[in-house]
T-cell receptor, first 113, second 112 residues
């Protein structure tokens, strides 16, 4: 089944403790992206990658890192999480280019205390 | 389930009726538009898209209308079913879909 898989689905951590949220897609998609979703603010893009070893900042990149060493994986790294990074995170992928809609994972609910 | 938004605009319709969800976009340079459906506890799911050189596109039970003059997008759902209950987001892009800007969402509630 074609899908975007995120892990974990739920994560509770403390301020300053480094964490990684993994994302993997099995559709051979060139483009991958991370979003956070917050009440009243909607979906906002954190980082995106148009291909292996190519990453770019989205609208809200501060406090996050990503890497794209392989086509299928696009982990989101929080080196020193803070409470304002408590949010619902979505990874997404697409073929890239025109007329290629994003396919989303089922989300990771992160709580930073 | 996951809370996707507090105080979202809500559209309540009777099962079997048609639904129309509206979206105003801001960037006149946007040339690609998408509608997503998000159910509780899940990620947004692609419904239908449209490019700016079109003003209407139809899918299965859904139709998207684009009015570039007033920067307005709408999603019409025919014969709305309980399974259509979800939050619906429009998204726009001026970069062939690579950088999507999402609207705030509308909650559709279908009454049996």
């Amino acid at each position: 089944e074609a899908q975007v898989t995120q892990n974990p689905r739920y994560l509770i951590t403390v301020t300053g403790k480094k964490l990684t949220v993994t994302c993997s897609q099995n559709m051979n998609h060139e483009y991958m992206s991370w979003y956070r979703q917050d009440p009243g603010l909607g979906l906002r893009q954190i980082y995106y990658s148009m291909n292996v070893e190519v990453t770019d900042k989205g609208d809200v990149p501060e406090g996050y890192k990503v890497s794209r060493k392989e086509k299928r994986n696009f982990p989101l790294i929080l080196e020193s999480p803070s409470p304002n990074q408590t949010s619902l995170y979505f990874c997404a992928s697409s073929l890239g280019g025109a007329d290629s809609p994003l396919h989303f994972g089922n989300g990771t609910r992160l709580t930073v205390t | 389930g996951e809370s996707v938004g507090l105080h979202l605009p809500t559209l309540s319709v009777q099962e079997g009726d048609n639904s129309i969800i509206n979206c105003a976009y801001s960037n006149s340079a946007s040339d690609y538009f998408i509608w997503y459906k998000q159910e509780s506890g899940k990620g947004p799911q692609f419904i239908i898209d449209i490019r700016s050189n079109m003003d209407k596109r139809q899918g299965q039970r859904v139709t998207v209308l684009l009015n570039k003059t007033v920067k307005h997008l709408s999603l019409q759902i025919a014969a709305t079913q309980p399974g259509d209950s979800a939050v619906y987001f429009c998204a726009e892009s001026a970069d062939a879909g690579n950088m999507l800007t999402f609207g705030g969402g509308t909650r559709l509630m279908v009454k049996p």
